[in-house]
């Protein structure tokens, strides 16, 4: 069953122009200059029911535009939208029941209050069973490990444990739509660590439909194995993660650690060296020429050990981007200089 | 409907305990109030030149005890119609976003802001009842006595009057920050307002014409000049009548105001903000 499904979605906002100075600032006050940004443009997309999808792309890519135009924020300016089978922007109190979003950098808890005053709250607007909340509250607290802290002024609370209480009260009317907004944003390795782990062991355990996104892309390949990229408000791709390493990387790493403590010089001849610390030295290699590159390498160094791996997913896709805006650039300057 | 009053009550009792978070700010700021209440009296006895040789009398049928009694009891009007960071508050939230919260829950804003405002309302009467009793205990010589029984009755309804006008005219400012986010200097303009049309500074019959008669029809007065006036036993019997009722019309014009604006208000926010 499809949960969510955006059909040529499009968000268009108009935002004041402003030029620099002072002179340029009065003159504002008489005659504005606006001009559109096109948040999101024409994004499709099909998410089942259970499944978690991680939405990436560059900051201003229109990730957090989506996510508020499916979470009935904002309404668009073409195309359609429907979660769970009903329409976001109408914000009925019926959708609003079924869906949860989680902005990393807002605070739905109340920031003077110990959590579980949020949460008691929460109780009473989603309309939750009190046998069901005590119940859910203990074995979120529990799975967060925040049991002892949830009667402490969320003030006091660090950034990863007041991340964890937004993710409980999130979760205490059993949503069956997730929308995350970078959840582990500002968050230490070990915090990261607890919001992927419990993210995937409940989204596992209550077949939650979760849209993620992250530029961290540990969450992203510990959660999910489908990603969609936008960029520019476009859909770049929508696969399988590891498609897009195959997709978009043209190059394998290919790592040697040699007999002896020197490098040979003629590395360059089979590919890239990006990393030397003798006697280990990794290369960029063409991923077509893998094969043949080994054993050349191997039949002509002592070599004691070597591995063949992807390149890291955050290095591909931050080409990705770059490779796209280089791309466009190269166009506009051509048809700039079109006399 | 008694899942809807269950959540007004958790609300209620939320925002209690979030006020009585920060008791000191509160008491000071509630002691801070009554100043103006002492240098207000001080004033009015200059103006009325009541340790001179030749005091007032009277000035526009108010004479210097009526005028006290006018202006302590119109502070009773205004503990209940001032609304102070109501209107900054939602234009606040606007503009950083935290109205998100609102509209992703099933949960009506403008009844949100409605009982935060009464347990605002509720922390401050604890706070300030001890104070308020002390005033008029030591002023109890400039009023008149007791009115009658139903004058009475119709004090204590024109104050949750007073309140819910008072209430509903800034939440509506508020929510002008839907389409301009920044409201400060309109929140000014209406405090300017409020406080001549209100009664505030003086007895809104001290108008001159046509403008005395003019301000009566508006929805200000409710906010000090009628509950005082009231009191005072400005009013007959059949006069609080018209008075209550056309109280109530205003609350439910400016109810249905505050409905539309928030809807439409959501709906630019939806095309624009976000």
Redesign the interface.
Known sequence: MIAIEADKLTKI??VYRKREGLFASVAGLFHREFKEVHAVQEVSFRIDQGEMVAFLGPNGAGKT?TL?LL?????PTAGSATVLGHIP?E?E?SY??R???V?GQ???L?W??PAQ??F????????IDPADFRRRVDELTDLLQVRDLVGQ?VRELSLGERMRMELIAALLHRPDVLLLDEPTIGLDVISQRRVQDFLRYYQGQQKLTVLLTSHYMKDVEALCKRAVIINEGEIKHDGPLEEIVDRFSTHKVVELQFAQAEIPADLADFGEVFDEKPPRVKLKVLRAQVPEVLSALLSRYAIEDVSVSDRPLEEVIAEMFVATKDAETEMSGTVGSVP | MLARLRVNWVILRTCLEERLVYRADFAFATFVRFLPIVTQIFLWGAIFAVHSDHPHQSINNYSYEDMIAYYLLAMIGRAFSSMPGLATGVARDVREGTIKKFLIQPVDFLGYLFWHRVAHKLVYYIVAIGPFVLVFFLCRGYFPGWPDGPTVAAFLISLPAAFLIGFLIESMIGLISFWFLEVSSLIFVYMMLNYFLSGHMIPLDWFPEPLNQIVLYLPFKYLAYFPASVMLGRYSHAELIVELTAAAGWIVILLAANRFMFARGVRHYGAFGG
């Open positions: 906002y108009r535009t508020k979470s009935g924020l904002i309404f922007w914000r109190d609003r029941r869906f949860s979003l902005m807002k605070n739905q109340w003077d209050l005053e949020s008691q709250l929460h109780k009473e607007i989603y309309r002024p």
